[in-house]
């Protein structure tokens, strides 16, 4: 089946800091979709990509939908406490009907 | 309005014995999604619908797991004589497709946590 390789597994960074992280595969994708989970809970929506190239923001998240439609990332700007959790992506595969998840990155924030 | 919502929360059930799973989706979305999360780890895809159409059930890991999605609404997964691997988070999503028919953007619930003694 189709794989997302999602980099890094885990980070660890000081408050205040950037951080970036990113998916890729060797198939082509419609979308690209950006999500995070915290701990009890399920995975929340952040950010939704539909064309290659687009680039999206959502506060201090920026997410790209890559040129080759095989990539994406998602970074976060001026790190605060509250986006410890575990970050993933997902992406729908041309001709395909359903979402291929990444194995996630866990952030933790030392503050 | 109201989100995916999941029951029970949290399942403790003994070695063998069957047990299910609730989810109510977001009123109107089509599609449905069962997913598995072990500790630590990504999410699992187990199985789907999207309105009337026959299930895609290629990721059920075993005989042992079906489910069933009444009414286009709500679904249950059931999990019979249950083994202690399937301790997990089992989770739900729900997503309204667009007009080509594909579900892209998944909500999910809070999940339940089931653990196996």
């Known amino acids: 089946g189709q794989q997302l390789n999602q980099s890094p597994q885990s980070m660890f960074i000081q408050e205040g800091e950037d951080v970036s992280m990113n998916c890729t595969s060797s198939s082509i994708f419609n979308t690209w979709l950006w999500y995070k989970q915290e701990p009890g809970e399920g995975p929340v929506l952040l950010i939704a990509l539909y064309k290659a190239g687009e680039l999206t923001s959502n506060g201090r998240l920026t997410a790209q939908f890559g040129i080759t439609r095989k990539d994406s990332f998602l970074n976060i700007s001026a790190s605060i406490p509250s986006d410890v959790g575990i970050y993933f992506c997902?992406?729908?595969?041309?001709?395909?009907?359903?979402?291929?998840f990444g194995q996630g990155t866990r952030l933790t924030i030392n503050p | 309005g109201a989100g995916v919502s999941q029951s029970p929360s949290n399942k403790v059930t003994e070695k063998g014995k069957d047990v299910e799973l609730r989810c109510d989706p977001i009123?109107?979305?089509?599609?449905l999604y069962w997913y598995r999360q072990s500790l630590g780890q990504g999410l699992e895809f187990l199985i789907y619908?999207?309105?009337?159409?026959?299930?895609?059930k290629s990721g059920l890991p075993s005989d042992r797991f079906s489910a069933e999605r009444t009414g286009g609404s709500v679904s249950t997964l059931t999990i019979q004589r249950t083994q202690q691997e399937d301790s997990a988070v089992y989770l739900c999503?729900?997503?309204?497709?667009?007009?080509?028919?594909?579900?892209?953007?998944?909500?999910f619930g809070p999940g339940t946590r089931l653990t196996v003694t």
């Open positions: 999503a729900s997503s309204y497709p667009r007009a080509s028919g594909s579900s892209y953007e998944q909500y």
């Open positions: 997902a992406g729908l595969v041309q001709g395909a009907q359903k979402l291929v």
């Open positions: 009123s109107g979305h089509t599609a």
């Open positions: 619908f999207q309105g009337n159409s026959a299930p895609d």
